[in-house]
């Protein structure tokens, strides 16, 4: 049995929500430089390099990259033999979340009722956390800040088993059409494919944590990738939706068995700004 004490993971968690909120993954800066080097179009060339001079001046200052510094979600895996000692798990995470983004001086984002709107939690809290227990003395805990211009165009659907892979195809174009020029493109875009309803989209979140130089396992599903990256590129939205090739960062799919009646779909649209990170205790 590993014992992990509470304020070590509200204190790691803190430093994870600053860190996130204040530099990008590498994957995602080197791929945004590649992009920049890559792109035709002028307007989308100039758009690309202030986005990299944003992320340089953020590092250094230690400032949010954006000023929408998103509501926190965890992906938390929970050992069978890990004990969490002096406090329990879901209130280190929810303090620590609390902690950075008060000391941190970021955008409080959230708001107690979503329909009357009247009242901030003041600090970014609560957390969307979801938990998975895994056998052994694992805890990981992985924690994304999500922005809400990309998460408004993401949706999802429940398709025919007919529909096939052509109409996942269609659903997924369909959906980052009509949604990357107002979710502060390039995007990265999460895809769950099977499960149920509410399957569908945890898988099409984690999906967003995946780096952008990993690909599915499965043949048919890194094709799909692939060929879905090509397209959105295609579509000529580009940077801010100011035209050029660069739409879409990577894509990502994550399934899951699912009924033979069904054939749920879920994209979740990020910004470039996919802050994520992962600390292991
Ligand atoms: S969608 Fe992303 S880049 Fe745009 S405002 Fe929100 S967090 Fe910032």
Redesign the pocket.
């Known amino acids: 049995m590993k014992i992990v004490q509470a304020k070590d993971i509200t204190q790691k968690v803190a430093q994870l929500c600053v860190e996130i909120n204040t530099k990008l993954a590498d994957d995602i800066d080197s791929t945004l430089k590649k992009e920049e080097r890559q792109e035709p179009y002028p307007l989308a060339r100039n758009i690309l390099s202030v986005i990299n001079e944003n992320r340089n001046l953020a590092i250094n200052a230690r400032r949010p990259i954006?000023?929408?510094t998103?509501m926190v979600v965890a992906f938390v895996k929970y050992g069978q033999e890990i004990m969490i000692k002096d406090g329990g798990i879901e209130q280190a995470i929810q303090e620590g979340v609390r902690q950075a983004y008060c000391q941190g001086y970021m955008r409080k984002s959230v708001v107690k009722d979503p329909l009357l709107r009247n009242e901030n939690t003041q600090d970014n809290t609560p957390a969307i956390v979801h938990y998975q227990i895994v056998p052994g003395e694992v805890l990981q805990i992985s924690v994304m800040a999500k922005?809400?211009?990309?998460e408004n165009t993401s949706a999802l659907k429940m398709l025919k088993p007919a529909d096939g892979v052509e109409g996942v195809k269609h659903f997924v174009l369909d959906t980052i059409r009509k949604g990357a020029p107002n979710?502060?493109a390039p995007i990265i875009a999460g895809i769950g494919i099977g499960g149920d309803f509410e399957k569908a989209a945890l898988l099409a979140k984690e999906a967003l944590f995946i780096p952008l130089d990993q690909h599915h396992k499965k043949p048919h599903l890194r094709a799909l990738e692939k060929e879905l990256l090509r397209k959105v590129n295609e579509m000529g939205i580009g940077p801010m939706g100011m035209g050029g090739q660069t739409t879409m960062l990577g894509i990502h799919v994550l399934d899951y068995p699912t009924h033979i009646a069904g054939l749920p779909v879920a994209v979740n649209i990020c910004?470039y700004?996919d802050r994520r990170g992962t600390v292991v205790f």
């Open positions: 954006c000023q929408d998103g922005g809400f211009g990309s979710a502060c910004c700004v």
